[in-house]
């Protein structure tokens, strides 16, 4: 389709057909290939023709977040997240929806002729359907980082530029280069703007000489390691959550495929029923140990939280898939058939000595120690809640949780003789790999009794803790291997240690991706051409330069001719071809704009009547409206209409009545002046992002030796002056840092100035450092590095009393590389900004202005700043205040929309005000700010148009 058929339309008159049909797939072209203009209707008419042809339902590509009409409870539509056979007791038949310009619509239906059904898919298919990943992973290697970074740097030309599924294709190619190498590198990215990032990551990491670097979250790495690493597996237990379908794992992989289609789980059962969760989480557990096994990725210890411990044993060679799966099943059994809730759980903020001295008689005991500041507690409910309240009157953090009964606790011994009955017919084999118990917070020793171990576990406490401390030295990547995230966050909060979260079973497989990376940069014999086995790729040419079709809104404007009247005209490069009118001069502007309309539209011009409106009844969408009006003016001697678009809807005499009076009061042109071809192609090239504020770790890097002068420029009365030039002289390098307060006003602006000064004048190896406490000015230090982009440039924004605001300072300082920017809480959780893709759904926006709220807006009085004004208004009942410089008295378009708003019940104020005097803002806004109250947000539109 083109413009997007209607849903609502289609849903009715899909449930027309009567009770019981079945949802018919939907899907979009454009999602497919992009928006192809006309050519829409025709390449949805291929796809529904192919589909018939193969008996396939391809999958719905681009339905990120389906709208609500696909995901009630009985929908008449669906997206498919993958492809599918088509049903056998279903017809062949297939709808095409094309909504065009000017309200052409079209809704053609076929039907297939097949005779014989399909039974299933052929080889070629499965591998079609099996090679779409949302993210790939791009490997690098070179002999040295010179030669690392040349190859960056060429990739850097084009990579923003790739379509989705050149990705593939270049991820592909550039395994099949890796070589003995001494610097390898990984990129993990969903689309070409991460990757186009991750390889700008690198870039500064090697101008900056870093050597090691590993960013889990941005799925970048770097390193120099010569010996394979030494890796753990971290065993998530019960908690994780349950993918029952294997989800992308299980269409991506056959061994994950073949895994799931043997156990069978079921897809309707409760979310919390012990009997289906740990049987599933195992099995993810497992379907990720296939995996790994098959890229080359081992390990050398693992640890199991609690029922992960069942999946380490296998792990190590004691326990086969079959006796996995049949202990977890049995194990979750003998959890459900505990009956009515035994008891409560709750996860205390506090070490496990702080949280022992809570406890009392015995009836509440700790469960589990997952973090040195994060311990479990497990017992009857009425006494679990006492020690609650007791922890809350010390200022400890609770959190209940959601659970049936009292785990790792006695009251839970009920289900240990039916696990013990289960252990006692299994067959055990020698431990072959390290072990970290969680039950002992050891290593196994060969002599140990596994199935004693197993049965106690259930009563026992999880001793994650002290199995991270015996398991942590020499490994240089943790990877969890298992569903959801679990484990990583509590590895985090125990050790500094690079650790990364396949959520197995998942829907995608960025954490797997981003493992293998991890893995393949500290020197792990990676089997990288697994990554494309059984997928559809194509050659890539890596020193291919693109070309690209050129959109005219993007290109600079061209200077003007001086002399306008020249003797031959030239047709702009790129304009489109027309039929040539025979239009003398003394051709009537209505007949001439008849016979441009029956040639473009390919009707007698008997047909085209004084009255015909342009789109209504001739259907001509708006842009060939405006290349026809420009046509014409051209052909009349006229200068062009400004807005030749307003005329889409006039009818014929109408725009040829518009067209004399132009002629008239725009004075005429020498005839042979070639008038600019109006901007055709004109769409939404524009797509809108927003800043989000990520946690990311500091980065590790080693300390400078440089040394260096370090000035501090701040308010005479600001806390941290002295603590901070202390501390950044004993951190040595050199710089300047500019301190602001915590309500910064325009006094304050000479510190920045005299800041940027002291910096321009010494740019040779120092740094710029802003520290700000939720202030507004990291503006002015992007600008400052944009200019002076080789000045390493901090921003920090953190609580001003905070005690360790000074050493949050200092390690920003000598982690910096280039531009960075980061904020702390008060719990000292660092985050960073990261630009993300804007959902343009509906239910998605948050606005974050209302009645309370004023919004000054520049060049607010017309154009797109005023209807954009309008709309806030409308939607949150924002106050406005609008700055113009025409009076309203004097501009008909400016009263117009004044007397619009005014209409609509809006709260606004208009004041005459240019916005490039100082002055003049200045008094509007203390004017506004008497009447109305402090400005809470500012949009600003004003601007002249220079063509």
């Not at 010494?762 to 600008?783: D, I, M, P, Y």
Request: hydrophobic letters at 45%; glycine letters at 8%; one cysteine or more.
């Amino acid at each position: 389709h083109d413009r997007g058929p209607e849903l609502q339309a289609l849903s009715t008159a899909r449930r027309e057909a009567g009770n019981g049909v079945p949802p018919a797939a939907i899907g979009s072209v454009k999602a497919n290939i992009g928006h192809t203009k006309a050519a829409a209707g025709v390449a949805g008419l291929i796809k529904a023709t192919m589909a018939l042809y193969r008996q396939s339902l391809p999958p719905t590509t681009g339905c990120e977040a389906p709208h609500p009409l696909l995901t009630e409870a009985a929908p008449a539509l669906r997206v498919l997240r993958g492809g599918a056979c088509w049903p056998a007791d279903l017809p062949l038949r297939a709808g095409v929806s094309a909504m065009g310009f000017g309200g052409i619509n079209t809704h053609l239906v076929l039907e297939g002729i097949a005779t014989e059904r399909c039974g299933g898919w052929s080889v070629r298919e499965r591998v079609l359907l099996a090679s779409a990943q949302d993210a790939e992973l791009f490997l690098l290697g070179a002999q040295d980082a010179e030669a690392l970074q040349t190859q960056v740097e060429h990739l850097l030309t084009f990579a923003a530029r790739l379509s989705r599924a050149e990705l593939t294709d270049l991820a592909a190619q550039l395994a099949k280069t890796i070589d003995a190498c001494d610097i390898r590198a990984a990129v993990v990215a969903s689309n070409p703007i991460e990757l186009a990032s991750g390889f700008e990551t690198l870039r500064s990491w090697l101008a900056n000489r870093v050597t090691t670097q590993l960013d889990i979250r941005a799925g970048v790495f770097l390193s120099t390691s010569a010996a394979p690493p030494r890796i753990g597996f971290l065993f998530p237990g019960q908690g994780s959550p349950m993918h029952l379908s294997g989800g992308a794992w299980h269409r991506r992989f056959s061994c994950v495929q073949a895994l799931y289609t043997q156990v069978k789980f079921p897809t309707d059962c409760d979310g919390r029923s012990t009997a289906v969760a740990q049987p599933a989480i195992v099995t993810a557990s497992m379907a990720a140990l296939r995996v790994l096994h098959s890229l080359g990725v081992t390990a050398s210890i693992a640890i199991g939280h609690s029922l992960g411990e069942l999946t380490a044993l296998h792990w190590a060679g004691v326990l086969d898939e079959q006796a996995l799966l049949r202990i977890a099943t049995v194990r979750g059994k003998a959890m459900m058939k505990l009956g009515s809730s035994t008891g409560a759980m709750v996860s205390i903020g506090a070490g496990q000595d702080d949280v022992a001295a809570l406890l009392g008689d015995g009836s509440v005991v700790i469960a589990g120690v997952n973090t040195p500041r994060q311990t479990v507690v497990s017992g009857e409910a009425s006494a679990v809640a006492e020690i609650v309240a007791q922890a809350r009157t010390r200022g400890l953090s609770t959190v209940t949780l959601p659970v049936s009964h009292a785990f790792h606790s006695p009251l839970v011994s009920s289900a240990i003789p039916l696990l013990a009955e289960q252990l006692a017919r299994e067959i055990f084999h020698p431990v072959q790999r390290t072990v970290v118990s969680t039950v002992t917070g050891a290593p196994l020793t060969p002599d140990q009794d596994l199935r004693t171990l197993l049965a106690d576990q259930v009563t026992a406490p999880v001793r994650f803790t002290e199995a991270v401390a015996a398991a942590a030295e020499g490994v240089g990547l943790w990877i969890e291997i298992g569903p959801g995230e679990v484990l990583s966050g509590l590895l985090r909060e125990c050790i500094d240690m690079p650790v990364v979260s396949l959520d197995a079973g998942g829907p995608s497989l960025k954490g797997l991706l981003q493992a293998v990376g991890a893995a393949f940069v500290l020197g792990a014999p990676i089997h990288h051409e697994v990554l494309f086995a059984e997928r559809f790729t194509r050659p890539f040419d890596l020193n291919w330069q693109p070309r690209f079709l050129t959109n005219p809104c993007e290109l600079a404007p061209q200077p003007e001719i001086a002399d306008r009247c020249r003797a031959e005209a030239i047709p702009a490069s790129g304009s489109l071809e027309t039929r040539r009118i025979d239009a003398r001069p003394s051709t009537a502007p209505v007949d001439l704009i008849r016979q441009l309309v029956a040639a473009r539209t390919e009707l007698p011009i008997s047909a085209v009547h004084d009255d015909s409106r342009l789109l209504g009844d001739l259907h001509l969408n708006s842009i060939t409206v405006a290349q026809l009006v420009a046509e014409a003016a051209r052909h009349l001697g006229s200068p062009p209409p400004v807005a030749p678009t307003d005329y889409a809807d006039a009818t014929v005499a109408g725009a040829a009545q518009a067209l004399e009076e132009l002629a008239r009061t725009g004075g005429t042109s020498c005839g042979t002046t070639e008038a600019p071809e109006p901007l055709s192609g004109v769409d939404a090239w524009i797509r809108p992002f927003m800043i989000a504020w990520l946690e990311r770790p500091l980065p590790r890097r080693q300390r400078t030796t440089e040394t260096g002068v370090w000035r501090v420029i701040a308010p005479s009365d600001y806390p941290l002056t002295a603590s901070l030039q202390q501390s950044l002289n004993r951190a040595g390098g050199g710089g300047v840092v500019v301190c602001l307060p915590p309500e910064p006003d325009a006094h304050h602006v000479s510190l920045l100035l005299e800041g940027a000064r002291a910096v321009w004048a010494n740019r040779e190896g120092t740094r710029f450092v802003l520290v700000q406490h939720g202030g507004s000015a990291a503006a002015f230090a992007r600008t400052l590095h944009l200019e002076m982009p080789e000045v390493v440039t901090c921003v920090v924004d953190l609580p001003m009393d905070h005690p360790h605001a000074s050493a949050w300072v200092v390690a920003e300082v000598h982690a910096a590389v280039g531009f960075v920017e980061a904020r702390y809480d008060a719990a000292g959780t660092r985050r960073e900004p990261r630009l993300r893709l804007l959902s343009m759904n509906e239910e998605d926006v948050q606005l974050p202005l209302g009645p309370n709220d004023v919004l000054v807006v520049t060049g607010g009085g017309k154009g797109i700043a005023a209807e954009c004004a309008f709309c806030l208004a409308r939607e949150t009942g924002v106050r406005l205040v609008l700055l113009g410089r025409s009076q309203p008295a004097a501009d008909a378009e400016l009263a117009v929309n004044l007397k619009r708003m005014a209409a609509a019940g809006i709260d606004f104020r208009y004041m005459a005000a240019d916005v490039t005097d100082a002055e003049a803002v200045r008094v509007a806004l203390c004017e506004v700010k008497t009447t109305l109250g402090p400005v809470t947000a500012l949009l600003h539109g004003a601007g002249t148009n220079v063509l």
